[in-house]
């Protein structure tokens, strides 16, 4: 078993102004899948549970969009998201995937039998993390940014988690706010023991 050092604060650490061509990066490329969808039968790709072909979808889920509602509707909470984890955590990257494969692993082993698209999955996932990651650290940053979440998001995410409208993946949201509390608790108990890549301060 590798044993784990403590970080001396220079390990991980990057420039703001880097994720935030990330994040633009990101989110154009989220963009640029959408206005090729509109030419390629990319939906195809999308997340289909126990599906061996389905499989490809825990990558390309994210990236994936049914119509105009659906990118903008998503869009607008990601980038703030993100911008919020990038501004406080020096991980960030790290964060972002290890939500989407645990949400996307999750929903291929347990969601319905359809095909799974959008982001929303990893927007749910991030509005998690950042609520869960202020209540396990009890730090100042993390818990104001959690208070802003759970005021902004709270009854979205609440609402998108059950199965009361057609046409959504529920399930896929569930899993995703899930897949988010479960990486917060991890950071967090890495942070405690001085092994974890820690906060922006």
Not at 65 to 91: E, F, K, M
Request: hydrophobic share 55%.
């Amino acid at each position: 078993m590798m044993n784990r050092r403590p970080l001396s604060g220079t390990e991980h650490i990057h420039s703001l102004s880097a994720d935030i061509k990330g994040i633009a990066l990101f989110v154009g490329l989220i963009w640029l899948v959408f206005v090729a969808d509109r030419f390629l039968p990319l939906e195809n790709f999308g997340l289909i549970p126990r599906s061996a072909k389905g499989l490809v979808g825990i990558v390309t889920l994210p990236f994936l969009h049914a119509d105009w509602q659906h990118i903008t509707g998503n869009t607008v909470p990601l980038v703030i998201l993100l911008l919020l984890l990038a501004g406080s955590r020096a991980n960030s990257i790290d964060i972002v995937v290890f939500i989407s494969v645990l949400a996307g692993i999750a929903l291929w082993l347990m969601g319905r039998t359809a095909i799974h698209i959008g982001a929303s999955v990893l927007v749910f996932g991030l509005v998690g993390f950042l609520v869960c990651a202020g209540f396990f650290e009890k730090r100042l940053l993390s818990a104001l940014i959690a208070i802003g979440v759970a005021v902004t998001y709270g009854s979205t995410l609440l609402a998108g988690i059950l199965p009361t409208a057609s046409g959504v993946s529920w399930e896929g949201h569930l899993f995703g706010a899930l897949a988010g509390a479960l990486v917060a608790y991890y950071i967090s108990g890495d942070l405690s023991r001085g092994t974890g890549d820690g906060v922006r301060v």
